[in-house]
C-alpha cells in the first residue's frame, strides 16, 4: 500500500509517516520511482508508534524500543527483560512532572485564594 491508504487506515497524517521514517521507526520499501511501499505489518507497528507516543516515550527512546515491543492480542507486551525496568523510569519521571504540577497548581489556588480574599 502506498502512503495515503497507510494513513488513511491508521489515522496518521502521511506527514507523520514521514516524520517517523526519518526517525528509524518504520522502514517502508522503495520502488524504482521513489514511492513508498508498506505492508500490514506496517500498519500494526504505526499503531505501536501512537502507543507509545501516547505513554510519552519520545521517538529516540521509541526507536530503541520497538523491537522489544509484541502486540499480543491488542495489548502490547515487552518482550525483551531489560525493557521492564526502563519502562518503570519513564513512569517515574511521569509521576515526579505530576508531583511537580500538583505543586504549582496548589500555589497557583493560594494566590487565588488571596486575590478573592482582598477583593
Known amino acids: 500500500m502506498r502512503i495515503g491508504e497507510l494513513a488513511r487506515r491508521t489515522g496518521v497524517s502521511e506527514r507523520a509517516l514521514r516524520y517517523y521514517e526519518e526517525q528509524g521507526l518504520l522502514i517502508p520499501q522503495r520502488l524504482p520511482s521513489g514511492y513508498r511501499v508498506y505492508g500490514e505489518t506496517d500498519v500494526a507497528v504505526v499503531r505501536r508508534i501512537r502507543i507509545l507516543l501516547a505513554a510519552g516515550l519520545n521517538t529516540a527512546r521509541i526507536q530503541e524500543i520497538l523491537p522489544c515491543i509484541v502486540d499480543e492480542d491488542g495489548w502490547l507486551t515487552p518482550d525483551c527483560p531489560e525493557l521492564v525496568d526502563a519502562l518503570r523510569q519513564q ?28 477583593s
Open 91 to 118: 513512569r517515574n519521571r511521569i509521576d515526579d512532572a505530576i508531583g511537580e504540577l500538583e505543586t504549582t497548581r496548589a500555589n497557583l489556588d493560594t494566590i487565588i485564594g488571596a486575590g478573592r480574599r482582598a
